[in-house]
């Protein structure tokens, strides 16, 4: 950025991961930062208990974006990002979890530091962290996961999953996969085909952290029925595992929305 003359040096734009749901699961910098914005970008993920703490009179401007579904193309959001940074307001970016897992943040980053504007990255609390000590499942646990892996289960444009499904299929491995509804199908049979037992535990996780969190436990063989049985919708959080038969032990979190029953948790046991 230093070879820019025209770089600024105070930070104008702030990229905030705003956690999975519940505003007690902010950092103090995110809440801080919130707090004292002029401009509030924001995605659908980002909780309504959150945007709550915006102050009266800074700006709004959703761009949120799920399946097949874009309110702003992402190219647009970050000239946005770059025209409110060089306007001088105090601009903070949220995004549901980190910005920078599955988040797109860095190529928002890159597009700020190719146009000079100084910005800040501001971690949050994953939905794959929140969502599993929500739901009692631990992504690590001694003698039955000695590695966690993050996926996405939605390519670019709707094109088809091309994973490294021997490499995922490690039953020392917990698999925290991220957008999986629509291919839930493919991901189970191809895990499946690549080796990993169709008996392996198996969550879905909805709202995570939040009210209403909806939790099921089920096997890999069986999950994609029932996500479509319970009608699972997006945000839902898939966790699958040998550590999700841990579940029922760490059972601490109960919402008024958590009515799914974890019908397989003995027999995932």
């Known amino acids: 950025m230093d070879s820019n003359p025209d770089t600024q040096t105070t930070p104008t734009v702030f ?4 956690g999975p749901g519940d505003s007690d699961l902010l950092t103090v910098k995110a809440m801080r930062l919130i707090q004292s914005a ?3 970008v924001y995605d659908r993920l980002v909780s309504e208990e959150i945007l709550e703490l915006v102050p009266v009179g800074a700006s709004r401007i959703f761009v949120g974006k799920k399946s097949g579904q874009h309110h702003m193309p992402q ?6 990002l770059v025209k409110l940074g060089q306007s001088g307001r105090r601009t903070v970016r949220l995004k549901g979890g980190d910005p920078l897992v599955f988040g797109r ?11 000079g504007v100084a910005f800040e990255i501001i971690p949050g609390i994953s939905a794959a962290i929140g969502a599993g000590a929500y739901a009692g499942i631990p992504l690590t646990h ?21 994973l490294d499904w021997r490499s995922l299929s490690d039953p020392d491995t917990t698999l925290v996969i991220y957008m999986g509804l629509a291919n839930i199908n493919q991901i189970a049979e191809k895990l499946v085909a690549a080796g990993l ?11 995570g952290t939040t009210s209403a969190q909806r939790r099921h436990i089920t096997t890999l063989e069986e999950l994609p029925q029932d996500i479509a049985t319970h009608n699972f919708v997006a945000p839902t959080l898939l966790i699958i595992g040998r550590v999700v038969a841990v579940a029922g032990t760490m059972d601490w979190f109960k919402t008024v929305a958590d009515e799914v029953q974890d019908d397989a948790l003995v027999a995932a046991q």
């Open 75 to 80: 190219s647009d959001i970050n000239e946005l």
């Open 142 to 162: 001694r003698g039955l996961a000695s590695s966690v892996r993050f996926v996405t289960g939605h390519c670019r444009e709707d094109q088809p999953l091309e």
């Open 38 to 40: 002029e401009v509030v």
């Open 15 to 18: 990229l905030v991961g705003a």
């Open 105 to 115: 943040g860095s190529e928002e980053a890159q597009r700020l530091d190719e146009a």
């Open 197 to 207: 037992s169709a008996t392996t535990p198996a969550a879905a996780v909805e709202q």
